[in-house]
């Protein structure tokens, strides 16, 4: 779930696009990628915040040289103008936990669940909009947020709702972390709204890396539980690390040559590839409830990004029958 800025409107790259539809093709990319993040999260025999350290470092190896290819180079260009840097610091803030806490929720319970009730994200994020922002809440958002409420109850299975369902307290935790990764994810998107396109789209990942780092080595050296991983571990953290910037650049590619109405409904194929992957390779077999709750909160993110798509084709009709008037 991790993790991403803003891009311009993808309208005039489509148009300059050789191949109309490769948008489609880099989102299927960055599903595959943040799918291998996920699982090898949950394979890597080290810690949560051990694996947010060394990704972030990672990225930093990417990040700095693409910043200076974009023309960034001053401290203003880096740092952003003055106005916005606490939204720049708190978007840096609330995706370094929300990272955090959603590796916690891979450690503590299955990828596909935790994957899935990340996703809770697309319906929080309407509902927190209405809240600090005050934007518009339509009745379909409190239908779709009921509806993943619902699917992430089936998934956690609380025994006062459930008092024959086997669960274990670790897999509750595990639970509990992903909804608050989910619920700090929207945080994110809430700022980068706010933050709009007055800045490069990678400033804020900038400011990611930067919070993350200093955040992730604070909890380390308090806690004390830091080790040195093993070679074939390393090659792994090395794997998850270059997955979770490939899947940032297709994340960038398709938002450039493809409408974010479309990529938002590719984007749920995460849940499916994560499930499918830890039913065939881990052998981790979800119950059916959890399976059905996965495929309620996918639902919910299929029908806002088709909704998307609807309102992005009749703002299109409008805009044309304007013109021809």
């Known amino acids: ?69 974009h023309g960034v180079r001053g ?14 610091l708190l978007r840096g803030f609330v995706g370094s936990m929300s990272g955090l806490t959603f590796y916690l929720a891979v450690k503590h319970a299955s990828p596909g669940l935790a994957t899935s009730i990340a996703f809770m ?3 929080l994020v309407p509902i927190f909009g209405r809240i600090i922002l005050k934007e ?42 992903a909804v608050a990764s989910a619920v700090l994810a929207s945080g994110t998107y809430l700022t980068l709204r706010k933050i709009g396109n007055s800045v490069n789209p990678f400033v804020p990942t900038f400011y990611f890396t930067t919070v993350s780092l200093v955040l992730y080595s604070v ?32 994340m960038t590619l398709a938002l450039h040559t493809e409408r974010p109405s479309t990529i938002s409904v590719i984007n749920t194929l995460q849940i499916v590839m994560v499930l499918l992957v830890q039913i065939l390779y881990l052998h981790d077999v979800p119950p059916t409830s959890s399976i059905v709750g996965s495929c309620m909160i ?5 029908c806002l990004g088709i909704r998307k798509i609807v309102n992005e084709k009749r703002s299109r009709s409008q805009n044309k029958l304007e013109d021809g008037e």
């Not at 401290?75 to 720049?88: A, S, W, Y």
């Not at 830091?226 to 090659?235: N, S, Y």
């Open 1 to 69: 779930m991790t993790v991403s800025g803003k891009n311009p409107q993808p309208a005039a790259s489509l148009k300059r696009s050789k191949f109309r539809h490769i948008g489609i093709f880099f989102m299927l990319l960055t599903c595959v990628c943040y799918s291998a993040n996920s699982i090898l999260a949950k394979v890597i025999v080290v810690g949560a915040v051990e694996i947010g350290f060394y990704r972030v470092c990672g990225m930093y190896l990417f990040v700095i040289p693409i910043l200076l290819r």
């Open 219 to 250: 909890i380390i050296i308090v806690s004390g539980e830091f080790g040195i991983p093993c070679l074939a571990q390393v090659a792994l953290i090395c794997l998850l690390v270059l997955c979770g910037f490939f899947g940032m650049i297709f």
């Open 75 to 88: 401290v203003d260009d880096i740092l952003g103008p003055r106005h916005i840097r606490k939204f720049l």
């Open 136 to 177: 518009s809440l339509t009745p379909v958002d409190g239908v779709l947020a009921c509806i993943t409420f619902s699917g992430v109850v089936l998934i956690a299975r609380p025994k006062f709702l459930f008092p024959s369902a086997e669960g274990d307290a670790e897999n509750f935790v595990g639970i509990t972390y």
């Open 298 to 302: 996918f639902s919910t993110s299929i």
């Open 121 to 123: 994200d697309v319906v």
